[in-house]
């Protein structure tokens, strides 16, 4: 049998391991029934369900009218750009405040595409500053530092 589709048959077994692998832990939990669920078993059947999306996505990968695809070569940079510029986040959040980190990682993360243009991503970036802030300040009433800590006094 010939693998034709390289990128679902990827695809599928990164469902199939995550799938169990989160069904296998949630084993360890309480599991309930339908009616009155324990803590085990939704994530349990979520695991299940991705699990068998994931053999379907492979079983498709196989058959004759599956296009002909492989995967592309591993591009480091993007992945150091994305990786890197969430640890950014993570680091600038409480020195430099919320709105400068979300700033500097959407402009860090949207460098790795190709299709990469400073004022759509600097709307993007004033859109998520405002929406998150009104979500997770406003709405939740989380304490994040919206300024940098030598702005504010």
Excluded at 5 to 28: E, K, P, S
Excluded at 91 to 108: K, N, S, Y
Excluded at 132 to 146: A, N, R
Aim: aromatic share 16%.
């Amino acid at each position: 049998m010939k693998i034709r589709n390289q990128r679902d048959f990827g695809a599928g077994i990164l469902y199939i391991c995550t799938g169990l692998f989160f069904a296998v832990v949630a084993r360890q939990y309480q599991m309930g029934t339908a009616a009155k669920m324990g803590p085990g078993y939704f994530p349990f059947w979520l695991g299940v369900l991705m699990a068998l999306l994931g053999l379907l996505v492979l079983v498709k990968s196989l058959s004759a009218k599956a296009t002909i695809e492989s995967i592309p070569k591993f591009n480091w940079r993007i992945i150091g750009l994305i990786t890197g510029s969430v640890i950014l986040y993570g680091i600038l959040l409480p020195i430099m405040g919320f709105a400068v980190a979300v700033l500097v990682l959407v402009f860090m993360s949207a460098s790795a595409s190709h299709e990469f243009h400073w004022k759509g991503t600097l709307i993007n970036a004033v859109f998520l500053i405002a929406f998150t802030y009104s979500v997770f300040v406003v709405g939740l009433k989380l304490q994040f530092p919206l300024l940098p800590f030598f702005l504010i006094n």
